[in-house]
């Protein structure tokens, strides 16, 4: 290499409050090390790669890079694109490669979850297999949390702290109105690990406390257990507050839905449109009697900014910064982890995975987080998490009394190739 | 009066992130004024009266009276029982006067909405026709912002706060994802007043910004006028996030709904909402073609004291305390006001309104806050919420990392009576 190379940061998936916190740690030490010339952002990941559609991250102002870290969702943009074998995605693939020939790219940081991991690990091999000198990082970000090989993820904590809150707050709505709005129903994201459900566990500190039930796809639920749970719950307190992860599995491992028989119906006859709250609800009013309703907090619980948590932002810096660092070191081929010290205090530093083991990998709860009745958490899990929400992160509060985040000027590359999608 | 008179405070309805902060204000300043002997809770709002349900605030530790104003929520607990005209619900009335007398109860202090004034008033003028002194006032309370003669409720600025940075988050969501995930539907509270839904509006500071449309009940709603405004965002900007409030009707101010005729209809015979988000959901992707998903912030959004507006906060505990200062100096039968100054610095002091003007009154959002198109605010909206949200208010955060609310002992007093209900 005769000129300094470029380095590409790429976002994807569903973002996080803190997946431009890690691209910030990407650009901020890229910058500092003095060995990248520029900072490429591919707009909408992986998209953005394939259509040459990238701006220069190192030309934008040094305080729009530094409010990354206080700016939720993902700046440069996300996509769901996803990429198959090399043999079914060759001219993507190609087309990646070429993208980075023609714009000196030598360095390519990806953060997301395991199909990005994936996505990393193949554009790595073919560069290794065409003799181009290429080094591609993982950053791992997945509010899920279930990607193996790390503590955990960038992202979650930040969710965690939130739902959790949530979950302290809703709970005493409906303790002061139990008298008619006896039930309530908060769903959280999490399809096929229940890592999000699990945290709320954290704000039951005694037992009239909300959640007093939660559930999550790795315990077997069913309808009947579910309707004992509920009526044991409502018999002790008068009131039920339950959290529920989008995916919930039957015994076998399949998914349970609104539509297998009896429950596909609510109380008034209409057809369930929605998801896991709208079916609870449904079953619990017409099997338990009582009033219930959901709370479906979507995409604003991966987006909460204004009450992530402190040691989350930082620590998905430290996992960009990090992943410079290690590529400037020699490094290749590896997603960086959070590796959680064996010492009563909380501490936390990075260590470094195969991107292929990543990509197959999916850490789900493990059992003894789960208690017995499968329909709460055990000490361990608070264990667990209890450090990841400390902290409050900082926001930029404006004039108006509402947040302040920030936007690229996105100077456009100049495109050098044909187009190509 | 012999011995010193008693007080009671009741909360009533859905509760808010700051109600209790009201109650704060009666207890500390009926203690300071050395002249009510005891303040009562009364336990549910006007059920625990009824029930003789009551217990003493005044011997709960002053530092938990303190923790009032950082704990969302009804704490001395809320219901929804109606109370009808005096002659419908007789019975009901004369045990309230019943139960003042029997643990002289010469004070009541009220915190709700319209139908709380209504019965606070119904009350007080049994007692005059009795013959037996007593004193109500009433303190304002409804996220909704609905209650006439007031500038805003103590409750909406804290809804108003949030939801509005939820739009933030959650737009910034959708736009990292919009190659798939198009169009987000953030469903916020509101029946028949769309304040809730136009406070979001202060979050779209440009046209990028979210939301980009919102939907209120005073705006007549056709869905074809909808389909053609989602296009258009879609059309500008490859993305929409809209914000509706539960309750949108059509031109004859009948509720718009999938399913018109059968709702279910609330215990005060209010029509039960719920649902626009999936409604709206199915219209965008069968009319518009792309991909939308609704939030649902339910009861989340009025108990989110972890983003609370400190000027709300400041403002409720100032109705409690005038409502106490105002009835020891004699006034009866008044609801308190917040009243605007008239001066280019926000600044709000208390008024007064009669509890039964204020029953009857509805306050919609006027319509030079409602753009021509009938889908955004105006600067003028702007201009109303913009001192409300500002600051943020306190909250106590545990080791654990998550807000630590405060719950009384609740040290039941003596039941005189028989049992009523």
New interface residues.
């Given amino acids: 290499m005769t000129a300094k190379p470029n380095a590409v940061v790429a976002?994807s998936g569903?973002?996080t409050a803190v997946i431009n916190s890690s691209a910030c740690g990407v650009i901020q030490e890229a910058i500092k090390s003095g060995k990248i010339d520029r900072v490429l952002g591919a707009t909408?990941g992986i998209?953005g790669v394939l259509k040459e559609d990238l701006f220069d991250l190192t030309a934008e102002k040094p305080q729009t890079i530094e409010a990354l870290k206080q700016?939720?969702?993902?700046?440069i943009?996300?996509?769901?694109?996803k990429l198959k074998s090399i043999e079914e995605s060759k001219a993507d693939f190609e087309r990646i490669l070429d993208v980075f020939k023609a714009h000196n790219i030598h360095y390519f940081f990806y953060a997301g979850g395991n199909d990005s991991m994936d996505t990393a690990d193949k554009v790595n091999n073919l560069a290794a297999d065409a003799g181009y000198e290429l080094t591609c990082m993982g950053i791992p970000k997945t509010v899920d949390n279930d990607l193996a090989f790390t503590d955990h993820c960038p992202g979650y904590p930040s969710v965690a702290?939130y739902v959790?809150?949530?979950s302290?707050?809703?709970g005493?709505?409906?303790?002061?109105?139990y008298?008619?709005?006896t039930c309530?129903i908060?769903e959280v994201m999490g399809r096929n690990a229940g890592w999000i459900a699990a945290a709320t566990g954290?704000?039951s500190?005694c037992v009239?406390d909300a959640p007093h039930l939660i559930y999550m796809p790795e315990a077997a639920f069913t309808f009947e257990k579910f309707v004992e749970d509920v009526k044991q719950v409502y018999k002790e307190l008068g009131r039920v507050f339950i959290v529920s992860g989008e995916g919930l599995k039957d015994q076998s491992g399949q998914y349970i839905t609104a539509d297998q028989g009896k429950f596909s119906k609510d109380?008034?006859?209409?057809v369930q449109?929605?998801g896991v709250g709208?079916m609870l609800k449904a079953v619990i009013e017409s099997e338990v009697g009582i009033k219930a309703?959901?709370?479906?907090?979507?995409?604003?619980q991966?987006?909460?900014?204004?009450?992530a948590?402190l040691t989350d932002v930082n620590e998905a810096y430290m996992c960009g910064q990090m992943a410079v660092k290690a590529a400037l070191d020699g490094q290749n081929g590896k997603m960086i982890t959070l590796v959680r010290e064996d010492d009563p205090e909380y501490k936390c530093t990075t260590g470094f995975a195969e991107l292929a083991d990543v990509a197959n990998g999916e850490k789900k709860v493990p059992p003894e987080y789960i208690n017995k009745a499968g329909n709460h958490i055990t000490d361990a899990m608070r264990d667990y998490i209890?450090?990841l929400?400390?902290?409050?992160a900082l926001i930029n509060?404006g004039a108006?009394?509402?947040?302040v985040?920030m936007?690229f000027e996105r100077k456009p590359l100049e495109k050098k190739l044909t187009p190509y999608m």
């Fill in positions: 976002q569903g973002p909408n998209l700016t939720p969702s993902a700046a943009g996300s996509c769901r694109y702290k959790a809150t949530c302290a707050e809703a005493r709505d409906t303790e002061a109105l008298t008619t709005d309530t908060l954290l704000a500190r009239e109380s008034f006859g209409h449109l929605g709208a309703r959901f709370n479906l907090l979507g995409t604003n991966r987006s909460a900014m204004h009450f948590s209890r450090p929400v400390h902290g409050q509060i108006d009394g509402l947040p985040f936007r």
